[in-house]
Protein backbone atom coordinates (compact mmCIF):
# COMPACT_ATOMS: atom_id res chain seq x y z
CA UNK A 1 0.00 0.00 0.00
CA UNK A 2 1.48 3.32 -0.79
CA UNK A 3 2.04 5.41 2.73
CA UNK A 4 0.74 8.97 3.40
CA UNK A 5 3.17 11.63 2.63
CA UNK A 6 4.74 13.13 5.42
CA UNK A 7 7.08 15.46 5.32
CA UNK A 8 8.75 17.64 8.05
CA UNK A 9 10.41 20.77 8.41
CA UNK A 10 13.07 20.43 11.01
CA UNK A 11 15.35 23.35 12.01
CA UNK A 12 17.47 23.49 14.89
CA UNK A 13 16.13 27.03 17.25
CA UNK A 14 19.24 28.74 16.85
CA UNK A 15 18.40 32.16 15.44
CA UNK A 16 16.66 34.38 12.61
CA UNK A 17 15.09 32.18 9.99
CA UNK A 18 16.89 32.59 6.72
CA UNK A 19 15.08 32.65 3.43
CA UNK A 20 16.74 29.86 2.45
CA UNK A 21 15.03 28.09 5.69
CA UNK A 22 11.60 29.97 4.76
CA UNK A 23 12.05 27.84 1.34
CA UNK A 24 12.37 24.50 2.41
CA UNK A 25 8.91 25.24 4.89
CA UNK A 26 7.25 26.04 2.11
CA UNK A 27 8.61 23.39 -0.82
CA UNK A 28 7.69 20.67 2.34
CA UNK A 29 4.01 22.67 2.45
CA UNK A 30 3.64 22.69 -1.07
CA UNK A 31 4.73 18.66 -1.61
CA UNK A 32 2.57 17.81 1.59
CA UNK A 33 -0.77 19.92 0.32
CA UNK A 34 0.17 18.70 -3.68
CA UNK A 35 -0.34 15.34 -2.17
CA UNK A 36 -2.77 15.47 0.32
CA UNK A 37 -0.26 14.75 2.91
CA UNK A 38 0.80 15.50 6.44
CA UNK A 39 3.48 18.69 7.04
CA UNK A 40 5.25 18.18 10.66
CA UNK A 41 6.99 20.78 12.53
CA UNK A 42 10.12 18.94 14.93
CA UNK A 43 12.28 21.01 16.14
CA UNK A 44 15.65 20.06 16.51
CA UNK A 45 16.82 21.56 19.75
CA UNK A 46 19.22 18.67 21.04
CA UNK A 47 22.58 20.33 20.88
CA UNK A 48 21.93 22.57 24.02
CA UNK A 49 25.25 24.57 23.61
CA UNK A 50 23.63 25.99 20.57
CA UNK A 51 19.68 26.86 22.51
CA UNK A 52 19.07 30.20 21.86
CA UNK A 53 16.07 31.65 23.91
CA UNK A 54 13.33 32.85 22.15
CA UNK A 55 14.62 31.13 18.83
CA UNK A 56 11.53 28.15 18.99
CA UNK A 57 9.01 30.93 19.37
CA UNK A 58 10.37 33.12 16.78
CA UNK A 59 10.20 30.36 14.26
CA UNK A 60 6.55 29.71 14.87
CA UNK A 61 5.69 33.52 14.27
CA UNK A 62 7.44 33.42 10.88
CA UNK A 63 5.75 30.16 9.51
CA UNK A 64 2.40 32.10 10.96
CA UNK A 65 3.64 35.17 8.94
CA UNK A 66 3.73 32.98 5.78
CA UNK A 67 0.73 31.34 5.93
CA UNK A 68 2.51 27.92 6.69
CA UNK A 69 1.12 26.44 8.85
CA UNK A 70 2.48 22.80 9.88
CA UNK A 71 -0.30 19.81 10.60
CA UNK A 72 1.55 18.67 13.55
CA UNK A 73 4.18 20.60 15.73
CA UNK A 74 5.26 21.59 19.30
CA UNK A 75 2.83 23.90 19.77
CA UNK A 76 -0.60 22.04 18.08
CA UNK A 77 0.30 18.83 19.13
CA UNK A 78 -0.40 15.76 16.83
CA UNK A 79 0.10 12.13 16.64
CA UNK A 80 3.62 11.73 17.57
CA UNK A 81 4.01 14.05 20.30
CA UNK A 82 6.71 15.10 21.53
CA UNK A 83 7.79 17.87 18.57
CA UNK A 84 10.99 18.50 20.90
CA UNK A 85 13.94 16.67 20.31
CA UNK A 86 14.82 17.69 23.67
CA UNK A 87 11.75 16.04 24.95
CA UNK A 88 12.32 12.77 23.05
CA UNK A 89 15.97 12.13 25.08
CA UNK A 90 14.97 8.82 26.42
CA UNK A 91 14.08 7.77 23.23
CA UNK A 92 17.52 8.09 21.31
CA UNK A 93 19.93 5.49 23.70
CA UNK A 94 18.24 2.49 23.02
CA UNK A 95 18.27 3.03 19.29
CA UNK A 96 22.16 3.48 19.81
CA UNK A 97 22.63 0.37 21.97
CA UNK A 98 21.28 -1.39 19.11
CA UNK A 99 23.52 -0.31 16.89
CA UNK A 100 26.20 -1.11 19.39
CA UNK A 101 24.99 -4.38 19.92
CA UNK A 102 25.01 -5.63 16.53
CA UNK A 103 28.57 -3.99 16.00
CA UNK A 104 28.01 -0.51 14.00
CA UNK A 105 28.57 1.37 16.70
CA UNK A 106 30.92 1.32 19.59
CA UNK A 107 31.59 3.35 22.93
CA UNK A 108 34.74 5.95 22.71
CA UNK A 109 36.03 7.67 25.65
CA UNK A 110 38.33 10.02 24.41
CA UNK A 111 38.69 13.76 26.48
CA UNK A 112 38.55 16.33 24.16
CA UNK A 113 42.57 16.78 25.16
CA UNK A 114 42.79 13.47 23.37
CA UNK A 115 41.05 14.18 20.43
CA UNK A 116 42.95 17.62 20.13
CA UNK A 117 46.37 15.29 20.73
CA UNK A 118 45.23 12.58 18.05
CA UNK A 119 44.79 15.55 15.57
CA UNK A 120 47.90 17.37 16.06
CA UNK A 121 49.75 14.07 15.69
CA UNK A 122 48.72 12.27 12.69
CA UNK A 123 48.37 15.61 10.53
CA UNK A 124 50.04 14.57 7.27
CA UNK A 125 50.92 16.17 3.90
CA UNK A 126 47.99 13.12 2.65
CA UNK A 127 45.63 13.95 5.71
CA UNK A 128 45.46 16.83 6.52
CA UNK A 129 42.29 17.22 8.79
CA UNK A 130 42.53 14.08 10.36
CA UNK A 131 39.44 12.56 11.49
CA UNK A 132 38.19 9.46 13.83
CA UNK A 133 37.61 7.15 11.39
CA UNK A 134 38.56 4.02 10.50
CA UNK A 135 42.60 5.13 10.18
CA UNK A 136 42.53 6.01 13.57
CA UNK A 137 40.00 4.48 15.42
CA UNK A 138 42.07 1.50 16.35
CA UNK A 139 44.58 4.35 17.78
CA UNK A 140 42.02 5.67 20.59
CA UNK A 141 40.29 4.54 23.53
CA UNK A 142 37.06 2.83 22.71
CA UNK A 143 35.01 -0.43 23.23
CA UNK A 144 36.86 -1.85 20.26
CA UNK A 145 40.44 -1.51 21.79
CA UNK A 146 39.90 -1.49 25.25
CA UNK A 147 38.41 -5.09 26.69
CA UNK A 148 35.08 -5.73 27.93
CA UNK A 149 36.39 -5.85 31.37
CA UNK A 150 37.95 -2.44 30.77
CA UNK A 151 34.98 -0.85 29.14
CA UNK A 152 32.35 -1.83 31.73
CA UNK A 153 35.08 -0.65 34.82
CA UNK A 154 34.93 2.29 32.91
CA UNK A 155 31.76 2.91 32.58
CA UNK A 156 30.92 1.94 35.91
CA UNK A 157 33.26 4.77 36.98
CA UNK A 158 31.15 7.24 35.96
CA UNK A 159 33.59 8.07 32.81
CA UNK A 160 31.83 10.14 30.36
CA UNK A 161 31.60 8.33 26.41
CA UNK A 162 29.89 8.89 23.42
CA UNK A 163 29.27 6.07 20.97
CA UNK A 164 30.24 6.25 17.53
CA UNK A 165 29.13 4.51 14.17
CA UNK A 166 31.63 2.48 13.17
CA UNK A 167 32.03 3.23 9.36
CA UNK A 168 32.57 0.34 6.72
CA UNK A 169 35.36 -0.08 4.59
CA UNK A 170 35.45 0.29 0.81
CA UNK A 171 31.66 0.20 0.62
CA UNK A 172 29.72 2.16 -2.04
CA UNK A 173 26.65 3.67 -0.40
CA UNK A 174 23.79 4.93 -2.68
CA UNK A 175 20.94 7.35 -2.35
CA UNK A 176 18.62 8.61 -4.82
CA UNK A 177 17.32 12.41 -4.44
CA UNK A 178 14.63 13.49 -5.76
CA UNK A 179 16.39 16.51 -7.26
CA UNK A 180 19.79 15.26 -8.04
CA UNK A 181 19.28 11.36 -9.23
CA UNK A 182 21.86 8.57 -7.85
CA UNK A 183 24.32 9.95 -5.81
CA UNK A 184 27.15 7.62 -4.26
CA UNK A 185 30.19 8.03 -1.79
CA UNK A 186 32.45 6.10 -1.13
CA UNK A 187 32.31 4.99 3.28
CA UNK A 188 36.12 5.31 3.73
CA UNK A 189 36.15 8.41 2.93
CA UNK A 190 33.41 9.32 6.28
CA UNK A 191 34.33 9.14 9.59
CA UNK A 192 32.67 7.43 12.52
CA UNK A 193 30.40 10.81 13.34
CA UNK A 194 29.18 11.06 16.85
CA UNK A 195 25.35 9.81 17.30
CA UNK A 196 25.19 9.60 21.39
CA UNK A 197 26.59 12.12 22.70
CA UNK A 198 28.11 12.27 26.71
CA UNK A 199 25.13 14.36 27.83
CA UNK A 200 22.70 11.66 26.86
CA UNK A 201 21.64 13.94 24.08
CA UNK A 202 21.64 12.33 20.70
CA UNK A 203 23.49 14.10 17.69
CA UNK A 204 21.63 15.02 14.50
CA UNK A 205 22.46 12.11 12.67
CA UNK A 206 21.19 9.37 15.29
CA UNK A 207 18.24 11.89 16.23
CA UNK A 208 16.96 12.62 12.37
CA UNK A 209 16.97 9.20 11.48
CA UNK A 210 14.88 7.81 14.49
CA UNK A 211 12.71 10.31 14.19
CA UNK A 212 11.78 10.45 10.87
CA UNK A 213 11.26 6.89 10.75
CA UNK A 214 9.10 6.98 14.59
CA UNK A 215 6.84 10.41 12.43
CA UNK A 216 6.81 7.91 9.48
CA UNK A 217 8.36 10.59 7.52
CA UNK A 218 7.82 9.88 3.89
CA UNK A 219 10.10 12.87 2.33
CA UNK A 220 12.71 14.42 3.19
CA UNK A 221 13.83 18.04 2.28
CA UNK A 222 17.11 19.67 3.50
CA UNK A 223 19.62 22.21 2.38
CA UNK A 224 22.46 20.18 0.16
CA UNK A 225 25.32 21.55 2.92
CA UNK A 226 23.47 18.33 4.33
CA UNK A 227 24.77 15.95 1.36
CA UNK A 228 28.33 15.05 3.15
CA UNK A 229 26.05 13.15 6.05
CA UNK A 230 23.77 11.65 3.94
CA UNK A 231 26.24 8.47 3.51
CA UNK A 232 26.17 8.05 7.57
CA UNK A 233 22.21 8.16 7.42
CA UNK A 234 21.43 6.18 4.66
CA UNK A 235 23.32 3.36 7.06
CA UNK A 236 21.77 4.05 10.02
CA UNK A 237 18.46 3.34 8.39
CA UNK A 238 20.09 0.28 6.81
CA UNK A 239 21.88 -1.14 10.38
CA UNK A 240 18.33 -0.28 12.29
CA UNK A 241 16.86 -2.92 9.79
CA UNK A 242 14.20 0.23 8.65
CA UNK A 243 15.81 0.60 5.02
CA UNK A 244 12.55 0.23 3.14
CA UNK A 245 11.20 2.87 5.49
CA UNK A 246 13.98 5.66 4.19
CA UNK A 247 12.30 8.88 2.75
CA UNK A 248 13.38 9.66 0.22
CA UNK A 249 15.83 12.86 0.21
CA UNK A 250 15.97 15.69 -1.60
CA UNK A 251 18.91 18.18 -1.09
CA UNK A 252 17.74 21.70 -1.80
CA UNK A 253 20.31 24.10 -3.89
CA UNK A 254 21.81 27.10 -1.71
CA UNK A 255 20.51 30.60 -2.17
CA UNK A 256 23.50 32.75 -3.82
CA UNK A 257 24.52 36.21 -3.02
CA UNK A 258 23.51 38.32 -6.06
CA UNK A 259 26.51 37.73 -7.82
CA UNK A 260 26.29 34.12 -7.44
CA UNK A 261 29.88 33.87 -5.63
CA UNK A 262 28.76 31.38 -2.86
CA UNK A 263 26.19 31.17 0.00
CA UNK A 264 23.69 34.26 1.01
CA UNK A 265 24.73 35.21 3.98
CA UNK A 266 23.22 37.98 6.61
CA UNK A 267 26.29 39.95 6.15
CA UNK A 268 25.71 40.13 2.40
CA UNK A 269 21.98 41.33 3.43
CA UNK A 270 23.85 43.73 5.78
CA UNK A 271 26.25 44.63 3.31
CA UNK A 272 23.77 45.43 0.61
CA UNK A 273 20.65 47.10 1.82
CA UNK A 274 18.08 44.01 1.98
CA UNK A 275 17.01 41.54 4.36
CA UNK A 276 18.11 37.41 4.78
CA UNK A 277 15.20 36.83 7.88
CA UNK A 278 11.69 36.11 7.05
CA UNK A 279 10.73 38.45 10.07
CA UNK A 280 13.14 40.73 12.51
CA UNK A 281 15.11 38.97 14.35
CA UNK A 282 16.63 39.79 18.16
CA UNK A 283 19.71 38.52 18.94
CA UNK A 284 18.90 38.01 23.29
CA UNK A 285 22.61 38.57 23.86
CA UNK A 286 23.45 41.67 22.24
CA UNK A 287 20.32 43.16 21.66
CA UNK A 288 20.77 43.74 17.73
CA UNK A 289 18.23 43.82 15.61
CA UNK A 290 18.45 42.18 12.02
CA UNK A 291 16.32 42.76 9.62
CA UNK A 292 13.01 40.91 7.93
CA UNK A 293 11.29 40.78 4.41
CA UNK A 294 8.16 41.39 7.18
CA UNK A 295 8.81 44.44 8.78
CA UNK A 296 10.92 46.05 5.39
CA UNK A 297 7.51 45.82 3.74
CA UNK A 298 7.12 42.61 2.23
CA UNK A 299 3.51 41.18 1.89
CA UNK A 300 3.80 37.28 3.21
CA UNK A 301 2.23 36.46 -0.58
CA UNK A 302 4.59 38.12 -2.47
CA UNK A 303 7.22 36.42 -0.40
CA UNK A 304 6.49 32.91 -0.48
CA UNK A 305 5.33 33.42 -4.26
CA UNK A 306 9.45 35.10 -4.63
CA UNK A 307 10.58 32.14 -2.86
CA UNK A 308 8.59 29.54 -4.92
CA UNK A 309 10.68 30.79 -8.13
CA UNK A 310 13.92 30.80 -6.72
CA UNK A 311 15.17 27.56 -7.66
CA UNK A 312 12.20 25.85 -8.61
CA UNK A 313 10.86 25.99 -12.45
CA UNK A 314 6.96 25.85 -13.18
CA UNK A 315 7.28 25.14 -16.70
CA UNK A 316 5.08 28.38 -17.60
CA UNK A 317 5.91 31.55 -18.30
CA UNK A 318 3.93 32.57 -15.50
CA UNK A 319 5.37 34.29 -12.50
CA UNK A 320 2.66 34.79 -10.22
CA UNK A 321 1.01 32.39 -8.52
CA UNK A 322 -1.39 32.27 -5.80
CA UNK A 323 -0.80 29.33 -2.89
CA UNK A 324 -3.56 27.12 -4.22
CA UNK A 325 -1.91 27.08 -7.86
CA UNK A 326 1.44 26.83 -6.77
CA UNK A 327 -0.03 23.43 -4.54
CA UNK A 328 -1.08 21.95 -7.86
CA UNK A 329 1.51 22.89 -9.70
CA UNK A 330 4.41 22.08 -7.15
CA UNK A 331 6.72 19.41 -8.16
CA UNK A 332 10.58 18.68 -6.37
CA UNK A 333 11.89 17.50 -9.98
CA UNK A 334 11.45 20.86 -11.03
CA UNK A 335 13.51 21.99 -8.19
CA UNK A 336 17.39 23.46 -10.28
CA UNK A 337 20.11 21.46 -9.35
CA UNK A 338 22.27 24.28 -8.85
CA UNK A 339 21.75 27.23 -6.57
CA UNK A 340 19.70 29.76 -7.21
CA UNK A 341 20.67 33.80 -6.94
CA UNK A 342 19.02 35.98 -4.87
CA UNK A 343 17.99 39.19 -6.22
CA UNK A 344 16.35 41.71 -4.52
CA UNK A 345 14.88 43.89 -7.47
CA UNK A 346 13.18 40.87 -8.60
CA UNK A 347 11.98 40.25 -4.94
CA UNK A 348 10.77 43.67 -4.52
CA UNK A 349 8.83 43.38 -8.13
CA UNK A 350 6.98 40.42 -6.80
CA UNK A 351 5.66 42.86 -3.60
CA UNK A 352 4.79 45.71 -6.01
CA UNK A 353 2.74 43.10 -8.19
CA UNK A 354 0.99 41.81 -5.16
CA UNK A 355 0.71 45.26 -3.74
CA UNK A 356 -1.39 46.08 -7.07
CA UNK A 357 -3.62 42.99 -6.67
CA UNK A 358 -4.32 43.53 -3.18
CA UNK A 359 -7.81 45.42 -2.42
CA UNK A 360 -7.36 48.84 -0.86
CA UNK A 361 -9.26 48.64 2.47
CA UNK A 362 -6.97 45.41 3.17
CA UNK A 363 -3.85 47.36 1.89
CA UNK A 364 -4.51 50.41 4.22
CA UNK A 365 -5.09 48.01 7.27
CA UNK A 366 -1.52 47.10 6.07
CA UNK A 367 0.18 49.90 5.40
CA UNK A 368 -1.20 51.56 8.81
CA UNK A 369 1.07 49.94 11.43
CA UNK A 370 4.10 51.68 9.32
CA UNK A 371 2.33 54.73 9.22
CA UNK A 372 1.92 54.53 13.32
CA UNK A 373 5.92 54.20 13.27
CA UNK A 374 6.99 56.72 10.76
CA UNK A 375 4.37 59.45 12.33
CA UNK A 376 2.00 58.61 14.99
CA UNK A 377 0.67 62.01 15.38
CA UNK A 378 0.13 62.15 11.88
CA UNK A 379 -2.30 59.33 11.83
CA UNK A 380 -5.50 60.78 13.59
CA UNK A 381 -7.16 59.83 10.05
CA UNK A 382 -10.27 57.75 9.09
CA UNK A 383 -9.62 54.28 7.66
CA UNK A 384 -11.76 55.85 4.66
CA UNK A 385 -9.06 58.21 3.77
CA UNK A 386 -6.23 55.96 4.05
CA UNK A 387 -8.01 53.84 1.50
CA UNK A 388 -7.96 56.46 -0.98
CA UNK A 389 -4.77 57.82 -0.61
CA UNK A 390 -3.32 53.83 -0.50
CA UNK A 391 -5.04 53.73 -4.03
CA UNK A 392 -3.87 56.67 -5.08
CA UNK A 393 -0.42 55.93 -4.53
CA UNK A 394 0.20 52.23 -4.90
CA UNK A 395 1.12 52.08 -8.50
CA UNK A 396 4.36 54.03 -7.20
CA UNK A 397 5.19 51.20 -4.24
CA UNK A 398 7.42 48.19 -4.17
CA UNK A 399 7.21 48.04 -0.45
CA UNK A 400 4.61 48.85 2.31
CA UNK A 401 6.93 51.23 3.74
CA UNK A 402 7.16 53.06 0.47
CA UNK A 403 3.70 54.34 0.58
CA UNK A 404 4.62 56.80 3.78
CA UNK A 405 7.22 58.43 1.56
CA UNK A 406 4.89 58.29 -1.45
CA UNK A 407 1.78 59.66 0.58
CA UNK A 408 3.02 61.37 3.95
CA UNK A 409 2.01 64.76 2.53
CA UNK A 410 -1.59 63.58 2.52
CA UNK A 411 -1.12 64.07 6.16
CA UNK A 412 1.42 66.50 7.09
CA UNK A 413 2.82 69.25 5.59
CA UNK A 414 5.80 68.34 3.59
CA UNK A 415 8.86 69.96 3.32
CA UNK A 416 9.56 71.43 0.23
CA UNK A 417 12.55 69.48 -1.25
CA UNK A 418 12.54 71.26 -4.69
CA UNK A 419 12.10 74.75 -3.85
CA UNK A 420 14.69 75.74 -6.65
CA UNK A 421 12.26 74.02 -9.33
CA UNK A 422 9.25 76.83 -7.94
CA UNK A 423 11.95 79.66 -7.83
CA UNK A 424 14.05 78.86 -11.17
CA UNK A 425 10.98 80.39 -13.23
CA UNK A 426 8.84 81.99 -10.80
CA UNK A 427 7.78 85.53 -12.81
CA UNK A 428 5.21 88.26 -11.68
CA UNK A 429 2.08 86.16 -13.82
CA UNK A 430 2.83 83.16 -11.97
CA UNK A 431 2.32 85.41 -8.54
CA UNK A 432 -0.63 87.17 -9.84
CA UNK A 433 -1.93 84.05 -11.13
CA UNK A 434 -1.92 81.98 -7.70
CA UNK A 435 -3.06 85.09 -5.84
CA UNK A 436 -6.22 85.45 -7.78
CA UNK A 437 -6.73 81.84 -7.83
CA UNK A 438 -6.50 81.33 -3.78
CA UNK A 439 -9.45 83.58 -3.89
CA UNK A 440 -11.43 81.59 -6.35
CA UNK A 441 -10.41 78.63 -3.99
CA UNK A 442 -11.39 80.63 -1.13
CA UNK A 443 -15.47 81.25 -2.60
CA UNK A 444 -15.29 77.55 -3.94
CA UNK A 445 -18.27 76.07 -2.63
CA UNK A 446 -17.46 72.60 -4.41
CA UNK A 447 -14.67 71.42 -3.31
CA UNK A 448 -13.90 68.63 -5.73
CA UNK A 449 -11.04 67.72 -7.93
CA UNK A 450 -13.25 68.50 -11.73
CA UNK A 451 -13.59 71.86 -10.40
CA UNK A 452 -10.43 73.09 -9.19
CA UNK A 453 -9.41 71.65 -12.03
CA UNK A 454 -11.60 73.41 -14.43
CA UNK A 455 -11.28 76.62 -12.66
CA UNK A 456 -7.36 76.57 -12.80
CA UNK A 457 -7.68 76.18 -16.72
CA UNK A 458 -9.95 78.78 -17.55
CA UNK A 459 -7.81 81.20 -15.48
CA UNK A 460 -4.10 80.50 -16.51
CA UNK A 461 -4.08 81.99 -19.73
CA UNK A 462 -5.98 84.98 -18.54
CA UNK A 463 -2.12 85.61 -16.85
CA UNK A 464 -0.40 84.33 -20.09
CA UNK A 465 0.19 80.91 -18.63
CA UNK A 466 -0.15 77.71 -19.78
CA UNK A 467 -1.52 74.64 -17.86
CA UNK A 468 1.50 73.52 -17.78
CA UNK A 469 3.13 76.19 -16.12
CA UNK A 470 1.23 76.11 -13.12
CA UNK A 471 0.72 72.15 -12.60
CA UNK A 472 4.68 71.77 -11.50
CA UNK A 473 4.72 74.75 -8.92
CA UNK A 474 1.37 73.58 -7.54
CA UNK A 475 2.43 69.79 -7.30
CA UNK A 476 6.01 70.96 -5.11
CA UNK A 477 3.72 73.71 -3.08
CA UNK A 478 1.36 70.48 -2.10
CA UNK A 479 3.46 67.56 -2.53
CA UNK A 480 7.20 68.89 -1.77
CA UNK A 481 8.49 67.49 -4.54
CA UNK A 482 8.23 66.45 -8.28
CA UNK A 483 5.73 63.56 -7.45
CA UNK A 484 2.93 61.71 -6.59
CA UNK A 485 -0.68 61.26 -7.94
CA UNK A 486 -2.30 64.05 -9.67
CA UNK A 487 -2.13 66.99 -7.76
CA UNK A 488 -6.12 68.38 -7.97
CA UNK A 489 -7.01 64.92 -6.49
CA UNK A 490 -4.44 65.73 -3.94
CA UNK A 491 -6.40 68.96 -2.86
CA UNK A 492 -9.69 67.78 -3.02
CA UNK A 493 -8.15 64.72 -0.44
CA UNK A 494 -6.13 67.49 1.77
CA UNK A 495 -9.29 70.05 1.82
CA UNK A 496 -9.73 73.52 1.19
CA UNK A 497 -8.11 75.00 3.98
CA UNK A 498 -4.76 73.02 4.02
CA UNK A 499 -4.27 73.66 0.03
CA UNK A 500 -4.53 77.19 0.30
CA UNK A 501 -1.85 77.00 3.25
CA UNK A 502 0.27 75.31 1.61
CA UNK A 503 0.01 77.72 -1.68
CA UNK A 504 0.18 80.58 -0.02
CA UNK A 505 3.73 79.29 2.54
CA UNK A 506 5.39 79.63 -1.07
CA UNK A 507 3.42 82.70 -2.21
CA UNK A 508 3.57 84.78 0.09
N1 LIG B 1 18.24 20.52 12.18
C1 LIG B 1 18.75 20.56 10.86
C2 LIG B 1 19.01 22.00 10.48
O1 LIG B 1 18.60 22.90 11.19
C3 LIG B 1 17.73 19.97 9.93
C4 LIG B 1 18.18 19.28 8.75
C5 LIG B 1 17.06 18.36 8.26
O2 LIG B 1 16.02 18.89 7.83
O3 LIG B 1 17.19 17.15 8.33
O4 LIG B 1 19.59 22.30 9.47
Known amino acids: ?55 EQYIMNCLEWCGLIPDESPENGGPHVPYRQSERKHLYKDYAELLIESGHAYIAFDTPEELEKMRAENKRD ?36 V ?25 SLVDDKVLLKADGMPTYHLAV ?31 LGWKEKMPLWAHLPLILKPDGNGKLSKRDGDRLGFPVFAMNWTDPKTGEITKGFKEMGFLPQAFVNMLAMLGWNPGVEQELFTMDELVQRFSMERVHKGGAKFNFDKAKWFNHQYIQ ?29 LEKVVGMVKDRCHLLTD ?53 CNELAPKFGLKKGDVMLPLRIMLVGGKFGPGVFAIAELIGKEETIKRIKSITG
Open 1 to 55: MERKVRVRFAPSPTGGLHLGGVRTVLYNYLFARHHKGDFVLRIEDTDQTRFVEGA
Open 403 to 455: FWEQGHFFFVTPEIKEMAVIKDKWNDQKQQFFTAWITELENMSDWNHDALETG
Open 126 to 161: DNTNPQYDQRIRGLMRNSLTLSAEEVAALIAQGTPY
Open 209 to 239: VVDDYLMQITHAFRGEEWLPSAPVHVLIWKY
Open 163 to 187: VRIKMPENETISLTDMIRGEISFDS
Open 357 to 385: HTDNAVLAGLVKPFFLQSAPEAIQVSGEI
